[in-house]
Each structure stands twice: as C-alpha cells, then as structure tokens.
C-alpha cells in the first residue's frame, strides 16, 4: 500500500515520531588570524539593484486614504466628472493625436 498522504492530510501507513537529530559531523568555526602586518583590511557591502528599489519603496509617502476616500464618494455620488474635467481630456487626446 503506498505511503502518500490522502486529499486531507489524512495519514495512510505508520507515523514514526520525529526525535532531534545531533549533526553527523560537527563543525568547528575559527576565528581569522590577527593582522600583525600593520596594513588596514576593510570590509565592503555591496547592495543588489533589487534592494535599492526595495529601499525606494520604503521611503515613499504613505497612502493618503483620505484622499482616496473623498474620490471615491465624489464617484458614488456623480460629481467626480466635471465639464472641466472632461474638456482637459479632450484636450489631451488631442495633443497627442497631433
């Protein structure tokens, strides 16, 4: 009979219980030797693309939900769309048609 799991997490066969494990080999971590040379050694970080646009993110301005509350009532209500509104659009598509 096969031991996969059923649609549920419903266990077919046995379950053995699972008891911590001591690592095979351990692993022993020196420190690095002291530099008696007299020459000054740095340590440099370098940043992906990805998370300098992560940082940008963080530093936008946070979502001003009252702003968003009012355009959305102001479309609920039928007063979003001015004439105003509707004649800068016009104007718009018209320069960039031409």
Known sequence: MSEISAIGNTVVGSVKSASPVAPANPVE???PA???TGVTVS???EFSQEAQMLEKI???PAVRQDR???L???IAANTYL???KLNLAIDRMIDEVG
């Open 29 to 31: 971590v020196a420190a």
């Open 72 to 74: 959305k009532d102001a």
């Open 82 to 84: 001015t004439e105003e």
């Open 68 to 70: 968003i509350d009012a």
């Open 34 to 36: 002291v530099d008696t």
């Open 43 to 45: 340590d440099r970080v």
């Open 58 to 60: 963080q530093e936008l």
